[in-house]
Nanobody, 117 residues
Framework: QVQLVESGGDLVQAGGSLRLSCVASGNMFLINAMGWYRQAPGKERELVATVTSGGNTDYADSVKGRFTISRNSAKNTVYLQMNSLKPDDTAVYYC???????????WGQGTQVTVSS
């Protein structure tokens, strides 16, 4: 099993920045790609950004150029640097880790990001 713990969510003004962190523990050999998803009230959970074990990244169009995902394998941690935040970025942000052997994922408990206008 794998456990994921997010931190870094906060209330910030539009135009501000935040950095989210996700620390993974457990059977790390099970993990391949890691990423961040978010879910706003009344909306479905959506992909924000992913990073593979090889360092390849992918972003939702809505965050390209503003968010940066990175991974420190030595610390079993993935980060999401969020700049130029907008009220539309308000959501609960969830860390995700994909199992490299099975079609399943692990999820953190989520961290709230609120961007005020």
């Amino acid at each position: 099993q794998v456990q994921l713990v997010e931190s870094g969510g906060d209330l910030v003004q539009a135009g501000g920045s935040l950095r989210l962190s996700c620390v993974a523990s457990g059977n790390m050999f099970l993990i391949n790609a890691m990423g961040w998803y978010r879910q706003a009230p009344g909306k479905e959970r959506e992909l924000v950004a992913t990073v593979t074990s090889g360092g390849n990244t992918d972003y939702a169009d809505s965050v390209k150029g503003r968010f940066t995902i990175s991974r420190n394998s030595a610390k079993n941690t993935v980060y999401l640097q969020m700049n130029s935040l907008k009220p539309d970025d308000t959501a609960v942000y969830y860390c995700n880790a994909k199992n490299r052997f099975l079609p399943t994922s692990y999820w953190g408990q989520g961290t709230q990001v609120t961007v005020s206008s």
